[in-house]
C-alpha cells in the first residue's frame, strides 16, 4: 500500500506544482484556492463525482467532457479547469484530493501559514477555534489554517495534526490507554 501512496503523492505533486506556479505567475492564488475549495465541496458532496474520478470503467473522452461540463458549471478559473481536463484526459483524475490538498499547503506556505487537520467530538464555537489558532500560532510560530472535521467516535477532546506531529487529546484515545494499561495489571 505505501507504494501506492507514493505513486499518488508523486503524481499529484507534479500537477500541483504546476497548478501553483501557474496561479503565482498570474497572481491569481487567492482564486485558484477558492476553486479548489469549490471542487473539495464537491467532491465531498456527490458519490457520482467521486466515483467518476475513482473509477477507471469511464472512457477517457467522457470523464474529460464530464469535467469540462462540471468545471463551466462552477465557474471555475481557467488553472483549474485546465489542470482538471489535462488529468482527466491523462487517466489521473484519482488523484485529485492530494493534489487539492498539496496546492492548499503550497499556498499557505506561501502566505507564511501553517495548516492544520483537526477532528473534534462536536463542531467548535468560534471562540473555541479562535483559541486554538493562537494557542497553535503561539507553539508553531505561523499563523494556522485550520481545516475541521467532527468525529462523534472521539467522544471528547481533539486530534490536532500539523505537518508529520499530532497531538491527540481525544477521550477514545485516553480511553484506549486506559485499557492498555489494565490488561497489563490483569
Known amino acids: 500500500m505505501a507504494g501506492s501512496e507514493s505513486l499518488t503523492s508523486g503524481i499529484a505533486g507534479r500537477y500541483a506544482t504546476a497548478l501553483f506556479e501557474l496561479a503565482k505567475e498570474g497572481g491569481r492564488l487567492d ?22 474520478i475513482a473509477s477507471p470503467v469511464f472512457p477517457r473522452d467522457e470523464t474529460a467532457a464530464a469535467v469540462k461540463a462540471l468545471s463551466a458549471r462552477m465557474g471555475l478559473g481557467p488553472e483549474v479547469a485546465n489542470t482538471l481536463g489535462l488529468m482527466a484526459k491523462n487517466r489521473r483524475l484519482f488523484v485529485a484530493p492530494a493534489l ?17 487537520e483537526v477532528t473534534s467530538a462536536t463542531a467548535l464555537s468560534d471562540e473555541q477555534t479562535a483559541a486554538l489558532k493562537a494557542t497553535l500560532k503561539e507553539r508553531v510560530g505561523k499563523d494556522v489554517e485550520l481545516n475541521v472535521k467532527v468525529d462523534e467516535s472521539l467522544i471528547g477532546g481533539l486530534v490536532v495534526r500539523i505537518g ?9 484515545s485516553k480511553l484506549a490507554k486506559l485499557q492498555n494499561v489494565m490488561k497489563e495489571v490483569g
Open 31 to 52: 482564486a485558484v484556492e477558492t476553486d479548489l475549495d469549490a471542487v473539495s465541496a464537491a467532491l465531498a458532496e456527490s458519490a457520482d463525482l467521486r466515483q467518476l
Open 100 to 116: 487539492i490538498a498539496a496546492v492548499k499547503g503550497m499556498i499557505a506556505a506561501e502566505r507564511g501559514q501553517v495548516s492544520a
Open 164 to 172: 508529520s506531529r499530532m497531538i491527540d487529546t481525544s477521550i477514545r
